[in-house]
T-cell receptor, first 115, second 111 residues
Framework: GAVVSQHPSRVICKSGTSVKIECRSL??????MFWYRQFPKQSLMLMAT?????????EQGVEKDKFLINHASLTLSTLTVTSAHPEDSSFYIC???????????FGQGTRLTVV | DAKTTQPPSMDCAEGRAANLPCNHS???????VYWYRQIHSQGPQYIIH???NNETNEMASLIITEDRKSSTLILPHATLRDTAVYYC????????????FGAGTILRVKS
């Protein structure tokens, strides 16, 4: 089946620095990718929808200047957490889909810890 | 906002069938019912999806009511490894549509 690869799986960074998370669709082209964050014992919360070649659409309450999303190609979307703070520590997950009547595929997630 | 309602938790005995219900009374005509599960600290895993007919694959069966307002995911012989959070999602794969998760059901399979 189709695979979505997310990198890195774990990252620890210092407060004030920026972290980039990559999401790649390995064997299909994804015009749309979704980015989520998940806090312990909670469901996935949609942060933004990333569309290839255009600006991302952010959910209400998500700071677009803090969570920079770039979808430069049909197989790669990146999420950059800028000026990270401890409250940004979370599990970040990406998803990509293909066409109608196919499922969306999820990356394995990235555990971000800001110290 | 999520368009589905699921019970927060369920228990199932190992080897027995696990039946997980989902209500989606506002489902649109072009929206599919998708089921995913998430094991701790992993990305969601696809299980099955359907539009209006019942579906079966190697993992599970999906029963959708005739009016499409509810569905049931059936794991025929639950094992301890099936312990996870199960998410029911209604979604149409069209430009601009968001893939939104609800709270899901925590399934605990017990020996």
């Amino acid at each position: 089946g189709a695979v979505v690869s997310q990198h890195p799986s774990r990252v620890i960074c210092k407060s004030g620095t920026s972290v980039k998370i990559e999401c790649r669709s390995l064997d299909f082209q994804a015009t749309t990718m979704f980015w989520y964050r998940q806090f312990p014992k909670q469901s996935l919360m949609l942060m933004a929808t990333s569309n290839e070649g255009s600006k991302a659409t952010y959910e209400q309450g998500v700071e677009k200047d803090k969570f920079l999303i770039n979808h430069a190609s049909l197989t790669l979307s990146t999420l950059t957490v800028t000026s990270a703070h401890p409250e940004d520590s979370s599990f970040y997950i990406c998803s990509a889909g293909g066409t109608a009547n196919t499922e969306a595929f999820f990356g394995q997630g990235t555990r971000l810890t800001v110290v | 906002d999520a368009k589905t309602t699921q019970p927060p938790s369920m228990d199932c005995a190992e080897g027995r069938a696990a039946n997980l219900p989902c209500n989606h009374s506002t489902i649109s005509g072009n929206e599919y019912v998708y089921w995913y599960r998430q094991i701790h600290s992993q990305g969601p895993q696809y299980i099955i999806h359907g539009l209006k007919n019942n579906e079966t694959n190697e993992m599970a069966s999906l029963i959708i009511t005739e009016d499409r307002k509810s569905s049931t995911l059936i794991l025929p012989h639950a094992t301890l490894r099936d312990t996870a959070v199960y998410y029911c999602i209604v979604w149409a794969w069209e430009y601009g549509n968001k893939l939104v998760f609800g709270a899901g059901t925590i399934l605990r399979v017990k020996s």
